[in-house]
């Protein structure tokens, strides 16, 4: 009967310790964001995203496992208060025709306080491949409330890449593998956090 209670003990023991809330503890939780990228890109594991997917830091992953050829700024968006604290957005959208020539078109709209968008009539030569003075002209004296740049990467072997950026933090990042059918897309909501959605055919 004495053997027997020796034996049993260390065994009580060990199953105490494996259940101990302390080694629990150490698991970390995954968010939902991080599964659905693991789903769609378990190339692009990274264990400082698992709790929380940081957007700076995922584009920095995604730029080192498909790596970009080329980068192009689709579009520009700077929203700001102008001298008479009238609300703004001066809009540079860019179109690429061909590998190299790229058509520039200004766009300046006037919000009013219940978020009604009007757009201001541009003359041919602000409006079309402004130079830079143009675009000076309207920011000066103004607050700028927010600056967005769009972006889109091509990447090698038909990987696609998209992103939003408002001055130096990333809003929205799209990646697109082709010819795998498969792509995945983060968003920073406001009320929400991160949310990243995978899509697999």
Do not use: W
């Not at 001298?83 to 959208?93: C, D, G, T």
């Not at 009007?118 to 004296?141: A, M």
């Amino acid at each position: 009967m004495f053997n027997r209670m020796q034996i049993l003990v260390p065994v009580i023991l060990a199953a105490s310790i494996v259940g101990s809330p302390a080694l629990a503890s150490k698991v970390k939780p995954v968010s939902v964001s991080y599964e659905n990228l693991m789903r769609c890109f378990p190339e692009l594991q990274d264990e400082g995203l698992s709790f929380k997917v940081d957007l700076n830091r995922l584009k920095e992953v995604m730029d080192e496992k498909f790596v970009t050829s080329q980068s192009q700024l689709r579009q520009r968006k700077i929203q700001y208060e102008d001298a008479e604290k009238q609300l703004m957005n001066l809009i540079l959208r860019n179109t690429f025709k061909g590998e190299k020539k790229v058509e520039s078109e200004l766009i300046l709209q006037q919000i009013d306080a219940k978020g009604v968008i009007t757009d201001i009539k541009l003359t041919e030569n602000q409006r079309i491949n402004p130079k830079q003075d143009v675009i000076n002209n309207f920011l000066l004296n103004t607050t700028i409330k927010a600056d967005e740049y769009s972006y889109i990467d091509t990447k090698l072997n038909d990987v696609v890449s998209t992103y939003l950026r408002n001055f130096k933090d990333i809003q929205e990042i799209e990646l697109n593998d082709r010819p795998n059918h498969r792509s995945i897309s983060c968003e920073k909501q406001k009320d929400l956090g991160i949310i990243c959605t995978c899509s697999k055919k």
